[in-house]
T-cell receptor, first 116, second 114 residues
């Protein structure tokens, strides 16, 4: 069965600090997809990144970067030089490709507060 | 593109009443998903459709919940009768091409059953 664990429930940092959000997943499939979503205080869910299980290249997008390591079943997300606007709940999610299912299983989320 | 449109944004209803949540997916998207978000259970998939056909409804809590997708541009999630434990934020999402591009979520409907 697929499972996503975000061990940290809440983190508070001061602006300009770097912060890493951890995500550990479990799956029996060899083909799967990993996602990160952001939920700001306004409540909507914003897609940040998708990664498939065959692509272990790390990715950087501006101040955001993602580190995918199959050996440790982790897909961690780092925000560099955090800003107040980064304050949100961040969700990691997993989908197994077997059977063609598009079901996403989400972690419990991690609330990030960036203080000025 | 207007994105995924959900209505209403907020709904307060009395226990026992019927509640209908609505969703308009992004034009051209062929999959539609209904998720529920609560503090206790987080985000959980209720049901999803592909090309208007229900594919996986294993997350629908019980018979009080039903979902339809009569055409590619509209879906409803109905709760009848509603109960206080149904209070949650209900999200609709749509996608194109399966998981290749991720989902786009609507803004959600906050349901409160008193």
């Amino acid at each position: 069965a697929q499972k996503v664990t975000q061990a940290q429930t809440e983190i508070s940092v001061v602006e300009k600090e770097d912060v890493t959000l951890d995500c550990v997943y479990e799956t029996r499939d060899t083909t799967y997809y990993l996602f990160w979503y952001k939920q700001p205080p306004s409540g909507e869910l914003v897609f940040l990144i998708r990664r498939n299980s065959f692509d272990e290249q790390n990715e950087i997008s501006g101040r955001y970067s993602w580190n995918f390591q199959k050996s440790t079943s982790s897909f961690n997300f780092t925000i560099t030089a955090s800003q107040v606007v980064d304050s949100a709940v961040y969700f990691c999610a997993l989908s197994e490709a077997q059977g063609g299912s598009e079901k996403l299983v989400f972690g419990k989320g991690m609330k990030l507060t960036v203080n000025p | 593109d207007a994105g995924v449109i959900q209505s209403p944004r907020h709904e307060v209803t009395e226990m026992g009443q019927e509640v209908t949540l609505r969703c308009k997916p992004i034009s051209g998207h062929n999959s539609l998903f209904w998720y529920r978000q609560t503090m206790m259970r987080g985000l959980e998939l209720l049901i999803y459709f592909n090309n208007n056909v229900p594919i996986d409804d294993s997350g629908m809590p019980e018979d009080r919940f039903s979902a339809k997708m009569p055409n590619a541009s509209f879906s409803t999630l109905k709760i009848q009768p509603s109960e206080p434990r149904d209070s949650a934020v209900y999200f609709c999402a749509s996608s194109y091409g399966g998981l290749n591009y991720g989902y786009t979520f609507g803004s959600g409907t906050r349901l409160t059953v008193v």
